[in-house]
């Protein structure tokens, strides 16, 4: 479904990645560990055009993201994007978050919208904070929302960038729960965590990344418990 | 001396002149109040223009906010209403002048209270918007401008306090707001301390109360 052929991304002088082949099939849950800098965010946001691919490419569905005809915000509105620090419109209303897109990208009607979006709050548990300002949520709940308001897109494929990473301990497990819902659904989705509990649970593929390419992948039980590359067992070896 | 301390309490002036800056005053208040919504449109189109990936709408807003906070509005009222309308043959009447210098003057300072305040924006708000495939065009309306209007709200208000100021130079272009009748006042009575007093509080009774509203805007958008 989305396939990467030697992917190169350049801040500037800086490479940050240098050469990434990697292939998401419908339906899998793919997730991307690795040390900070090592390149995972960002090739997640190459994968949603939120940064220029220097190199390379990138096909989701048979279309290419280098195609200079392409309509990025056709293939935006498929593919979700969920961010480290939720990125939620604090002017707006928790409702008015997730319609939003369906409104003006999808052309929906207000109604229909409004049913569209009660329906995801609901799905992650948060019916009742529909007119509720982001302000007043904790960091979980926002997630939460993020997470509707990218469904509310219908998108064939999520990604999502340390979901976890900017809240409390305490608040990781709603989210979590959240996700885990989502891939029991058969959503596509690209994960880059933290959470190794998640990826060998979850993770039908983990891909370990490592100064801008992709050292090592395979199933979470591979990866976890019998790692090839040294990075990689040095990686796994500060963390677990 | 003596004679000058017993007139502050027995001038006939504090109610002579009243009439006059009832009068001033309007016009005063017509020309900030239409030269700066007018500096308002100018100022969100230049002040986003400054924010152009272009490098020649950039250029253009850049040549424009520099020429105008960089002479004096003195300097521009003048050249408007002499020197264009003399050189193009187009004849502004003083109103006309003294709008479009507050407009032109307040749109490039308001430029840069535009440009600061989208600034401000989270760069997160912008990827979200367009992440859910709103054109930036709409993640601008929707999302950055709302958030970013709120925040231009409390140098706005400066703003207009200054433009509201700035009008009284327009008495050199015989623009007939309250510094210029004042003026004029007291050319024909001879006795300058108390109308220009009187001239002081015309103004302060419009930039006092203006602050104080605004201080009390600026309290209730920080919460």
């Known amino acids: 479904m989305i396939k990467v052929t030697d992917l190169h991304k350049s801040f500037g002088k800086v490479e940050v990645l240098k050469g990434i082949d990697a292939e998401i099939n419908e339906k899998e849950v793919v997730c991307v560990i690795g040390p900070s800098g090592s390149g995972k965010s960002t090739f997640l946001r190459c994968i949603n055009l939120l940064e220029e691919i220097t190199a390379g490419d990138i096909v989701i569905d048979g279309e290419s993201l280098t195609d200079p005809t392409i309509d990025i915000n056709k293939l935006r509105s498929q593919v979700g994007m969920v961010f480290q620090h939720f990125n939620l419109f604090p002017h707006m209303t928790v409702l008015k978050n997730v319609t939003l897109g369906p409104l003006k990208v999808k052309d929906l009607s207000n109604e229909e919208a409004e049913k569209l979006s009660l329906d995801l709050l609901g799905k992650v548990g948060l019916s009742d904070k529909a007119h509720v300002y982001p302000g007043s949520l904790s960091g979980g709940q926002k997630q939460r929302v993020a997470i509707a308001r990218a469904l509310a897109m219908s998108p064939k494929v999520m990604l999502f960038d340390e979901p976890t990473s900017a809240l409390d301990p305490e608040l990781v497990g709603d989210v979590l729960e959240a996700m885990k819902d989502l891939a029991k659904e058969g959503m596509t989705m690209v994960v880059v965590t933290h959470e190794m509990g998640f990826a060998r649970e979850m993770g039908d593929r983990v891909l370990f990344m490592d100064e801008g390419v992709v050292m090592e992948e395979g199933s979470p039980e591979n990866i976890f418990d019998n790692p090839q590359h040294p990075r990689t067992q040095e990686f796994l070896s500060k963390i677990l | ?223």
């Open chain 2, 1 to 223: 001396m003596i004679e000058n301390l017993t007139e502050i309490f027995t001038s006939p002036h504090y109610r002579n002149t009243l009439p006059f800056i009832a009068r001033g005053l309007q016009l005063t208040l017509i020309v900030t109040f239409t030269g700066v919504f007018f500096g308002f449109i100018l100022g969100s189109i230049f002040g986003l223009a400054r924010l152009s990936k272009s490098k020649i709408i950039y250029g253009i807003a850049t040549v424009y906010i520099e020429l105008v906070r960089g002479t004096p509005i003195l300097v521009q009222a003048l050249f408007l209403y002499f020197a264009v309308s003399d050189f193009f043959g187009i004849n502004f009447d003083a109103l006309t002048a003294g709008i479009i210098a507050i407009a032109i003057n307040a749109g490039a300072y308001i430029a840069e209270i535009v440009r600061g305040g989208v600034e401000s924006i989270d760069k997160g708000q912008m990827e979200a918007g367009r992440s859910i495939g709103l054109s930036s065009t709409q993640t601008m309306r929707y999302i950055i401008w709302p958030q970013a209007f709120k925040r231009m709200i409390p140098p706005l208000g400066n703003q207009f306090i200054i433009s509201l100021k700035d009008t009284s130079i327009f008495a050199v272009i015989s623009l007939g707001e309250v510094t210029y009748l004042m003026r004029q006042y007291v050319s024909t009575s001879g006795d300058p301390f108390i109308p220009y007093i009187m001239l002081c509080f015309a103004y302060l009774i419009i930039t006092v109360p203006a602050m104080i509203i605004l201080r009390r805007i600026e309290r209730r958008l920080d919460v």
